[in-house]
């Protein structure tokens, strides 16, 4: 049974056959570690000492919550522990050079979706793990193509931890009894065509024409080009919103947008766009900017943002070619003139 396979005997399998293996693997060992703690703090919610309420803004400006400090405090001490060549995290203002002659770099985001802990949403952390550069001043000016690993790890009604380490996508969860993460799936593929859309749609006045475009021909559903019905979901969690897709299809877009700040997009390219694209296009999707490749871009600054569509790829291309042809005039099904929202 799959089951029977532990997390510590699959790194140590690949550890085995991959030149960069070992460092690889003791840095995820290190992240699983530091998730089952990450997990039990989450976990006991108003419980613990820590509030989950705003305590600041980050070093990119966004809100900065008790357990996103938390959260990467505990990763920093798991890792520190390692030879890293230069770490980043959503919670720095900059890169930190550690021992230049380590053989990784690692990036996190320490704790995805903190905005919805105070009412028991799903969050997660999110790491990437890229080969040292000869100039760590560009460690994490790499395309998101050299990647050794990547993953992210959900703190919900299960624990899971899921893994790429550049041969397919595995998704371990936390057995608590036995206090270790044992593999669940194997092999996760990602349906070529989905019947469920994500997508915040009261941003839709500022979407993009190609954008609005893809949306309306989804609401039209088995009635439009798709001919197909659609479910539309939105968690707002990307940990959540990945774990969905890869589970059972869908199409997920954080586009750009016209208001102020959203220009080049909102999700940051080294932390969490190439990671999770890195683990979508492992599992058969496709990861987007509507026009690029994530995989191919190369962030920089540490905490570029860039839009995100991901997913099954016959939605995303679709969303790509919307952006590449001429687009008529088209009327939403849903929130047009004659639409449930009339004017």
């Known amino acids: 049974m799959i089951r029977q396979l532990t997390l510590e005997k ?23 570690v530091a998730a089952v703690e990450i997990a039990e703090l989450t976990g006991r919610g108003a419980l613990s000492e820590t ?12 809100l900065q919550r008790d357990l996103d400090v938390q959260a990467d405090a505990i ?36 704790l995805d979706g903190s905005s919805n802990i105070d009412i028991n949403m799903t969050v997660g952390t999110i790491f990437s793990i890229l080969p040292a550069p000869d100039d760590l001043d560009l460690a994490f000016a790499q395309r998101g193509t050299a990647q050794l690993a990547a993953g992210f ?27 270790c993460f044992r593999l669940a799936r194997r092999g996760v593929r990602i349906p070529d ?8 749609a009261s941003n839709r006045r500022h979407w993009d024409p190609p954008v609005r475009a893809f949306i309306d021909e989804c609401l039209a559903g088995a009635d439009g080009p798709a001919s ?63 026009r690029e490749r994530i995989l191919d871009l190369a962030a920089h600054s540490l905490h570029q943002r860039v839009p995100l569509i991901m997913g099954s ?16 005039a088209v009327s939403a099904p849903l929130f047009a003139q004659r639409g449930f ?3």
């Open 75 to 110: 990763l920093r001490r798991c890792l520190g522990k390692l030879p890293i060549a230069a770490f980043a995290s959503e919670e720095m203002r900059e890169v930190e050079i550690g021992a230049r002659e380590a053989r990784i770099c690692v990036a996190i985001d320490p």
């Open 153 to 179: 790890v959900t703190y919900g009604p299960q624990t899971s931890l899921v893994l790429t380490l550049g041969d397919g996508v595995d998704i371990f969860t936390f057995d608590r009894a036995a206090g």
């Open 51 to 62: 509030s989950g309420l705003a305590t600041g803004r980050n070093s990119d400006g966004d």
């Open 228 to 290: 197909r019905d659609f479910n539309m979901r939105w968690i707002g969690s990307l940990v959540a919103e990945a774990y969905r897709i890869l589970t059972r299809g869908g199409v997920f877009l954080y586009p750009s947008d016209a208001r102020p700040g959203y220009g080049d997009g909102r999700l940051r390219l080294v932390y969490e766009a190439h990671p999770i694209a890195f683990i979508v296009e492992q599992a058969g999707g496709v990861a987007s900017t509507g």
């Open 10 to 32: 699959h790194l140590q399998r690949y550890s085995e056959t991959v030149t960069q293996g070992l460092a690889v693997a003791a840095a995820v060992d290190a992240i699983a």
């Open 341 to 343: 929202f009339r004017l």
């Open 193 to 200: 065509t989905a019947d469920e859309f994500a997508i915040n």
């Open 313 to 328: 790829s016959g939605e995303v291309r679709r969303v790509e070619q919307l952006h590449c042809d001429p687009l008529p």
